[in-house]
């Protein structure tokens, strides 16, 4: 069953604290990225990577980091520095420019 | 100049109608425009895209036409139903490799029964 997981789907933490998402794809697709969603803003690309070891900031990558280790994962560290980090954010990854989404992970901070 | 916008921000059309949803782009360097389908709590998924070679696409009851010259591209749903109320997001990318997508903010689509 192929396809994009992320895990877990809703996720709470307290102000001050980092928190991992989990981002896993068995589409053998190269590219790999995250995006944002908040209310009325659509959808904010916060880093991408095209392949294994590199990966590249979008538009908001202030406050997060990620990780590239293997083709099949690119998890998401939102770190104390983001000062708004409650949103829904969604994995995808693409064959060329066709783009697949995760279900998403609900993030809320407190 | 990576602007991608979408109208209207929300749309109430009856069982039966034609629910239209427009975006416009300044980015002549773009080549690949995918219309994507969100349910609530769930990821975006890829309904249809079209490249500026041709001027319309359908797929089913969903078809994109596209205007090169207005850099202006748009979602006609026909015979809209109830299941297709969701959020509809276009998107714009250069047709180059893995070029990131551009998204709009969105279209709120409800269906009235």
């Known amino acids: 069953d192929g396809g994009i997981t992320q895990s877990p789907k809703y996720l709470f933490r307290k102000e001050g604290q980092n928190v991992t998402l989990s981002c896993e794809q068995n589409?053998?697709?190269?590219?790999m990225y995250w995006y944002r969603q908040d209310p009325g803003q659509g959808l904010r690309l916060i880093y991408y990577?095209?392949?294994?070891?590199?990966?590249q900031k979008g538009d908001i990558a202030e406050g997060y980091s990620v990780s590239r280790e293997k083709k099949e994962s690119f998890p998401l560290t939102v770190t104390s520095a983001q000062k708004n980090p409650t949103a829904f954010y969604l994995c995808?990854?693409?064959?060329?420019?066709?783009?697949?989404f995760g279900p998403g992970t609900r993030l809320t901070v407190t | 100049q990576q602007q991608v916008k979408q109208s209207p921000q929300s749309l109430i059309v009856q069982k039966g109608g034609i629910s239209i949803i427009n975006c416009a782009y300044e980015?002549?360097?773009?080549?690949?425009f995918p219309w994507y389908q969100q349910f609530p709590g769930k990821g975006p998924a890829l309904l249809i895209a079209?490249?500026?070679?041709?001027s319309e696409k359908k797929e089913g009851r969903f078809t994109i036409s596209f205007n090169k010259s207005a850099k202006q591209f748009s979602l006609h749903i026909m015979d809209s139903q109830p299941g297709d109320s969701a959020t509809y997001f276009c998107?714009?990318?250069?047709?180059?490799?893995?070029?990131?997508?551009?998204f709009g903010k969105g279209t709120m689509l409800l269906v009235s029964p």
């Open positions: 998107a714009a990318s250069r047709n180059s490799g893995y070029s990131t997508l551009t």
């Open positions: 995808a990854s693409s064959i060329l420019n066709e783009q697949y």
């Open positions: 990577s095209q392949i294994v070891n590199d990966f």
């Open positions: 980015n002549t360097a773009f080549d690949y």
């Open positions: 589409l053998n697709h190269d590219a």
């Open positions: 079209i490249r500026p070679d041709v």
